[in-house]
Protein backbone atom coordinates (compact mmCIF):
# COMPACT_ATOMS: atom_id res chain seq x y z
CA UNK A 1 0.00 0.00 0.00
CA UNK A 2 1.40 3.60 -0.83
CA UNK A 3 1.36 6.64 0.72
CA UNK A 4 -1.89 8.20 0.30
CA UNK A 5 -2.41 11.53 -0.99
CA UNK A 6 -3.52 13.98 1.86
CA UNK A 7 -7.42 14.51 1.38
CA UNK A 8 -8.12 18.11 0.23
CA UNK A 9 -9.81 20.32 2.35
CA UNK A 10 -13.42 20.41 2.21
CA UNK A 11 -14.94 24.26 1.90
CA UNK A 12 -18.44 25.11 2.96
CA UNK A 13 -19.28 27.83 0.79
CA UNK A 14 -22.73 30.24 1.82
CA UNK A 15 -24.30 32.49 -0.36
CA UNK A 16 -27.65 32.89 -1.64
CA UNK A 17 -26.03 34.44 -5.36
CA UNK A 18 -26.22 31.69 -7.86
CA UNK A 19 -23.17 33.96 -9.62
CA UNK A 20 -21.35 33.96 -6.38
CA UNK A 21 -22.03 30.59 -5.34
CA UNK A 22 -20.16 29.59 -8.53
CA UNK A 23 -17.76 32.34 -8.69
CA UNK A 24 -16.23 30.90 -5.23
CA UNK A 25 -16.70 27.44 -5.74
CA UNK A 26 -14.14 28.02 -8.93
CA UNK A 27 -11.85 30.25 -6.80
CA UNK A 28 -11.55 26.99 -4.31
CA UNK A 29 -11.74 24.47 -6.74
CA UNK A 30 -8.54 26.20 -8.59
CA UNK A 31 -7.05 26.25 -5.30
CA UNK A 32 -6.83 22.94 -4.85
CA UNK A 33 -9.96 22.71 -2.31
CA UNK A 34 -13.26 20.20 -2.36
CA UNK A 35 -16.00 22.42 -2.39
CA UNK A 36 -19.88 22.04 -1.00
CA UNK A 37 -21.64 25.45 -2.06
CA UNK A 38 -25.25 25.75 -0.52
CA UNK A 39 -27.50 29.26 -0.71
CA UNK A 40 -28.56 29.22 3.06
CA UNK A 41 -27.35 29.62 6.39
CA UNK A 42 -29.75 27.22 7.33
CA UNK A 43 -28.62 24.77 4.59
CA UNK A 44 -25.60 25.07 5.72
CA UNK A 45 -26.21 23.81 9.91
CA UNK A 46 -28.19 21.16 8.25
CA UNK A 47 -25.30 19.83 6.83
CA UNK A 48 -22.59 20.53 9.32
CA UNK A 49 -25.40 18.23 11.30
CA UNK A 50 -26.86 21.65 13.42
CA UNK A 51 -30.41 21.39 13.49
CA UNK A 52 -32.87 23.95 14.95
CA UNK A 53 -36.12 22.87 16.10
CA UNK A 54 -38.43 25.91 17.77
CA UNK A 55 -39.60 23.32 20.72
CA UNK A 56 -35.93 22.19 21.68
CA UNK A 57 -34.66 25.66 21.88
CA UNK A 58 -36.51 26.02 24.92
CA UNK A 59 -33.65 22.94 26.72
CA UNK A 60 -30.08 24.18 27.12
CA UNK A 61 -27.95 25.33 24.11
CA UNK A 62 -25.53 22.16 24.35
CA UNK A 63 -27.93 19.77 24.24
CA UNK A 64 -30.08 21.15 21.66
CA UNK A 65 -26.91 22.36 19.39
CA UNK A 66 -25.44 18.76 19.16
CA UNK A 67 -23.86 18.20 16.05
CA UNK A 68 -23.82 15.07 14.52
CA UNK A 69 -21.62 15.66 11.92
CA UNK A 70 -21.65 13.49 9.36
CA UNK A 71 -19.64 15.75 6.60
CA UNK A 72 -16.46 16.86 7.51
CA UNK A 73 -15.69 20.83 6.80
CA UNK A 74 -12.93 22.51 7.40
CA UNK A 75 -13.63 25.98 6.67
CA UNK A 76 -16.66 27.71 6.01
CA UNK A 77 -16.90 30.56 3.76
CA UNK A 78 -20.05 32.99 4.12
CA UNK A 79 -21.51 35.74 2.57
CA UNK A 80 -22.48 38.48 5.02
CA UNK A 81 -26.27 39.49 3.25
CA UNK A 82 -28.40 36.78 3.11
CA UNK A 83 -32.40 37.03 3.78
CA UNK A 84 -33.36 35.01 6.84
CA UNK A 85 -30.02 34.06 8.05
CA UNK A 86 -27.49 36.32 7.56
CA UNK A 87 -23.57 35.66 7.81
CA UNK A 88 -23.19 36.75 10.99
CA UNK A 89 -25.96 34.94 12.61
CA UNK A 90 -24.27 32.05 11.10
CA UNK A 91 -20.66 32.87 12.50
CA UNK A 92 -22.70 33.56 15.72
CA UNK A 93 -24.16 29.78 15.51
CA UNK A 94 -21.42 27.77 15.10
CA UNK A 95 -18.74 29.64 17.17
CA UNK A 96 -21.81 28.87 20.08
CA UNK A 97 -21.62 24.61 19.16
CA UNK A 98 -19.18 23.05 21.50
CA UNK A 99 -18.48 20.84 18.16
CA UNK A 100 -18.69 23.44 15.47
CA UNK A 101 -16.55 26.42 17.11
CA UNK A 102 -12.91 25.76 15.81
CA UNK A 103 -13.94 25.51 12.01
CA UNK A 104 -12.41 28.58 10.37
CA UNK A 105 -15.46 30.94 9.39
CA UNK A 106 -14.38 33.75 6.69
CA UNK A 107 -17.20 35.84 5.61
CA UNK A 108 -17.68 37.58 2.70
CA UNK A 109 -19.05 41.01 1.87
CA UNK A 110 -19.70 43.54 -1.00
CA UNK A 111 -20.07 46.49 1.22
CA UNK A 112 -16.75 47.85 2.88
CA UNK A 113 -18.65 48.62 6.43
CA UNK A 114 -15.65 48.76 9.35
CA UNK A 115 -18.28 48.18 12.37
CA UNK A 116 -19.57 45.16 10.40
CA UNK A 117 -15.78 44.15 9.21
CA UNK A 118 -14.74 44.34 12.81
CA UNK A 119 -17.72 43.28 14.02
CA UNK A 120 -17.12 39.55 12.31
CA UNK A 121 -13.53 39.62 13.52
CA UNK A 122 -14.14 40.20 17.15
CA UNK A 123 -16.85 37.44 16.96
CA UNK A 124 -14.74 35.04 15.54
CA UNK A 125 -14.69 35.80 11.82
CA UNK A 126 -10.77 34.61 10.94
CA UNK A 127 -10.79 36.59 7.60
CA UNK A 128 -13.29 39.13 6.25
CA UNK A 129 -12.83 39.29 2.71
CA UNK A 130 -14.50 42.45 0.08
CA UNK A 131 -16.08 40.98 -2.76
CA UNK A 132 -15.43 40.11 -5.76
CA UNK A 133 -13.40 37.82 -4.00
CA UNK A 134 -9.78 37.12 -5.47
CA UNK A 135 -7.47 33.94 -6.29
CA UNK A 136 -4.97 36.35 -4.10
CA UNK A 137 -7.53 36.41 -0.90
CA UNK A 138 -8.14 32.23 -1.25
CA UNK A 139 -4.67 31.90 -0.97
CA UNK A 140 -5.30 33.05 2.26
CA UNK A 141 -7.10 30.34 3.91
CA UNK A 142 -4.81 27.45 3.62
CA UNK A 143 -2.82 29.00 6.67
CA UNK A 144 -6.22 28.92 8.73
CA UNK A 145 -6.43 25.38 7.53
CA UNK A 146 -3.32 24.17 8.67
CA UNK A 147 -3.58 26.07 11.96
CA UNK A 148 -6.98 24.01 12.42
CA UNK A 149 -5.34 20.80 11.57
CA UNK A 150 -2.49 20.90 13.89
CA UNK A 151 -5.32 22.10 16.73
CA UNK A 152 -6.60 18.54 16.02
CA UNK A 153 -3.79 16.75 16.27
CA UNK A 154 -2.80 18.60 19.41
CA UNK A 155 -6.33 17.57 20.90
CA UNK A 156 -6.11 14.21 19.76
CA UNK A 157 -2.66 13.58 21.62
CA UNK A 158 -4.12 15.29 24.53
CA UNK A 159 -7.10 12.98 24.63
CA UNK A 160 -4.74 10.03 24.02
CA UNK A 161 -3.09 11.00 27.17
CA UNK A 162 -6.15 11.78 28.88
CA UNK A 163 -7.16 8.07 28.56
CA UNK A 164 -3.71 6.64 29.13
CA UNK A 165 -3.92 8.46 32.55
CA UNK A 166 -5.94 9.43 35.33
CA UNK A 167 -9.43 9.82 33.68
CA UNK A 168 -10.48 13.54 33.80
CA UNK A 169 -14.14 14.03 33.61
CA UNK A 170 -15.19 16.85 31.22
CA UNK A 171 -18.51 19.42 32.52
CA UNK A 172 -20.73 17.56 30.07
CA UNK A 173 -18.83 14.41 29.42
CA UNK A 174 -19.19 14.87 25.33
CA UNK A 175 -16.12 14.42 23.03
CA UNK A 176 -15.97 16.62 20.64
CA UNK A 177 -16.58 14.95 17.07
CA UNK A 178 -13.88 16.99 15.60
CA UNK A 179 -11.03 15.62 17.62
CA UNK A 180 -11.28 12.74 15.43
CA UNK A 181 -8.44 12.62 12.97
CA UNK A 182 -8.93 11.80 9.35
CA UNK A 183 -7.24 8.43 8.12
CA UNK A 184 -4.62 8.89 6.32
CA UNK B 1 -2.89 31.50 -41.31
CA UNK B 2 -3.22 35.54 -42.01
CA UNK B 3 -6.72 35.46 -41.73
CA UNK B 4 -6.65 34.00 -38.39
CA UNK B 5 -4.26 36.21 -37.21
CA UNK B 6 -6.26 39.03 -38.30
CA UNK B 7 -9.14 37.80 -36.22
CA UNK B 8 -7.08 37.13 -32.94
CA UNK B 9 -5.84 40.78 -33.34
CA UNK B 10 -9.36 41.81 -34.28
CA UNK B 11 -10.43 39.61 -31.15
CA UNK B 12 -7.59 41.46 -28.64
CA UNK B 13 -8.62 45.31 -29.75
CA UNK B 14 -11.89 45.21 -29.56
CA UNK B 15 -11.43 43.21 -25.63
CA UNK B 16 -9.18 46.15 -24.92
CA UNK B 17 -11.82 48.67 -26.28
CA UNK B 18 -14.73 47.40 -23.63
CA UNK B 19 -12.46 47.82 -21.02
CA UNK B 20 -11.25 51.15 -22.42
CA UNK B 21 -14.74 51.73 -22.32
CA UNK B 22 -15.75 50.55 -19.08
CA UNK B 23 -18.04 48.55 -19.82
CA UNK B 24 -15.83 45.98 -18.34
CA UNK B 25 -13.53 46.12 -15.27
CA UNK B 26 -10.55 44.12 -13.74
CA UNK B 27 -12.81 41.40 -12.43
CA UNK B 28 -13.98 40.38 -15.67
CA UNK B 29 -9.71 39.52 -16.07
CA UNK B 30 -10.16 37.35 -13.12
CA UNK B 31 -13.19 35.14 -14.67
CA UNK B 32 -11.31 34.63 -17.49
CA UNK B 33 -8.07 33.65 -15.86
CA UNK B 34 -10.46 31.01 -13.80
CA UNK B 35 -11.14 29.35 -17.38
CA UNK B 36 -8.93 26.70 -18.23
CA UNK B 37 -9.08 23.55 -20.20
CA UNK B 38 -11.03 21.95 -17.09
CA UNK B 39 -13.41 24.55 -17.51
CA UNK B 40 -13.48 25.87 -20.89
CA UNK B 41 -16.65 27.56 -21.19
CA UNK B 42 -16.56 29.20 -17.25
CA UNK B 43 -16.69 33.02 -18.52
CA UNK B 44 -19.15 32.36 -20.88
CA UNK B 45 -21.80 30.27 -18.08
CA UNK B 46 -21.33 33.12 -15.39
CA UNK B 47 -22.13 35.97 -17.84
CA UNK B 48 -25.20 34.06 -19.04
CA UNK B 49 -26.44 33.71 -15.56
CA UNK B 50 -25.96 37.31 -15.20
CA UNK B 51 -28.07 37.60 -18.49
CA UNK B 52 -30.91 35.84 -16.68
CA UNK B 53 -30.54 37.31 -13.10
CA UNK B 54 -30.66 41.03 -14.60
CA UNK B 55 -33.91 40.13 -16.56
CA UNK B 56 -35.43 39.04 -13.84
CA UNK B 57 -34.15 41.74 -11.53
CA UNK B 58 -34.92 44.56 -14.50
CA UNK B 59 -38.53 43.33 -14.52
CA UNK B 60 -38.85 42.76 -10.58
CA UNK B 61 -37.26 46.72 -10.65
CA UNK B 62 -40.00 48.23 -13.24
CA UNK B 63 -42.68 46.18 -11.29
CA UNK B 64 -42.06 47.81 -7.74
CA UNK B 65 -41.32 51.21 -9.73
CA UNK B 66 -44.77 51.09 -11.11
CA UNK B 67 -46.75 50.75 -7.87
CA UNK B 68 -49.19 53.14 -6.53
CA UNK B 69 -46.66 52.94 -3.28
CA UNK B 70 -42.96 52.38 -4.03
CA UNK B 71 -41.54 49.64 -1.84
CA UNK B 72 -38.08 51.40 -1.67
CA UNK B 73 -36.74 48.63 1.10
CA UNK B 74 -37.78 45.64 -1.64
CA UNK B 75 -36.88 47.86 -4.59
CA UNK B 76 -33.24 48.76 -2.81
CA UNK B 77 -32.74 44.71 -2.04
CA UNK B 78 -33.08 44.04 -5.65
CA UNK B 79 -30.50 46.98 -6.80
CA UNK B 80 -28.15 45.64 -3.96
CA UNK B 81 -28.66 41.90 -5.95
CA UNK B 82 -28.01 43.50 -9.26
CA UNK B 83 -25.00 45.86 -7.91
CA UNK B 84 -23.79 42.71 -6.38
CA UNK B 85 -23.71 40.19 -9.87
CA UNK B 86 -22.18 42.87 -12.04
CA UNK B 87 -19.54 43.60 -9.87
CA UNK B 88 -19.01 40.09 -9.81
CA UNK B 89 -18.69 39.43 -13.25
CA UNK B 90 -17.11 43.29 -14.10
CA UNK B 91 -19.97 44.55 -15.48
CA UNK B 92 -18.67 47.86 -14.52
CA UNK B 93 -21.19 50.37 -15.74
CA UNK B 94 -23.64 48.81 -14.90
CA UNK B 95 -22.37 48.34 -11.22
CA UNK B 96 -21.69 52.02 -11.61
CA UNK B 97 -25.14 52.98 -11.63
CA UNK B 98 -26.69 50.92 -9.23
CA UNK B 99 -24.83 52.82 -6.89
CA UNK B 100 -26.36 56.00 -7.54
CA UNK B 101 -29.57 53.71 -7.54
CA UNK B 102 -29.20 52.53 -4.29
CA UNK B 103 -28.62 56.37 -3.39
CA UNK B 104 -32.32 56.94 -4.69
CA UNK B 105 -33.69 54.31 -2.79
CA UNK B 106 -32.06 55.27 0.37
CA UNK B 107 -33.61 58.91 -0.48
CA UNK B 108 -37.03 57.28 -1.14
CA UNK B 109 -36.91 59.49 -4.46
CA UNK B 110 -38.98 58.18 -6.77
CA UNK B 111 -38.08 60.58 -9.73
CA UNK B 112 -34.20 59.69 -9.45
CA UNK B 113 -34.97 55.62 -9.02
CA UNK B 114 -37.00 55.76 -12.81
CA UNK B 115 -34.35 57.41 -14.17
CA UNK B 116 -32.06 55.09 -12.37
CA UNK B 117 -33.83 52.47 -13.69
CA UNK B 118 -33.51 53.98 -17.45
CA UNK B 119 -29.38 54.36 -17.08
CA UNK B 120 -29.32 50.40 -15.89
CA UNK B 121 -31.43 49.17 -18.57
CA UNK B 122 -29.38 51.37 -21.56
CA UNK B 123 -26.42 49.97 -19.86
CA UNK B 124 -27.26 46.33 -19.62
CA UNK B 125 -28.38 46.46 -23.36
CA UNK B 126 -25.07 48.13 -24.47
CA UNK B 127 -23.00 45.01 -22.36
CA UNK B 128 -25.18 42.76 -23.13
CA UNK B 129 -24.90 43.12 -26.77
CA UNK B 130 -20.48 44.04 -26.43
CA UNK B 131 -20.38 40.70 -24.97
CA UNK B 132 -22.97 38.72 -27.18
CA UNK B 133 -20.38 40.25 -30.31
CA UNK B 134 -17.73 39.16 -27.86
CA UNK B 135 -18.68 35.27 -27.45
CA UNK B 136 -19.75 34.90 -31.17
CA UNK B 137 -16.13 35.50 -32.37
CA UNK B 138 -14.19 34.47 -28.78
CA UNK B 139 -16.18 31.27 -28.22
Do not use: W
Request: hydrophobic share 35%; glycine share 4%; proline share 4%.
Amino acid sequence: MGIAAEAPFHVLAVDDSLIDRMLIERLLKTSSFHVTAVDSGSKALKLLGLVEDEQINEEPPSIALEAHQDVEVNLIITDYCMPEMTGYDLLRKIKESRSLKDIPVVIMSSENVPSRINRCLEDGADEFFLKPVQLSDVNKLRPHLLKSKVKDEEDQQIHDKGINETEVIAPDKTIPKNIVTKNG
Amino acid sequence: MDGIVELQRQLIDYTASLFHEGFLDEQFNQLQQLEDENNPGFVVEVVTLFFEDADRLLNELTKALGQPSVDFKSLDAHVHQLKGSSSSIGAHRIHRVCISFRNSCEEQNVEGCLKNLQQVKHEYSLVKDRLETLFRVRG
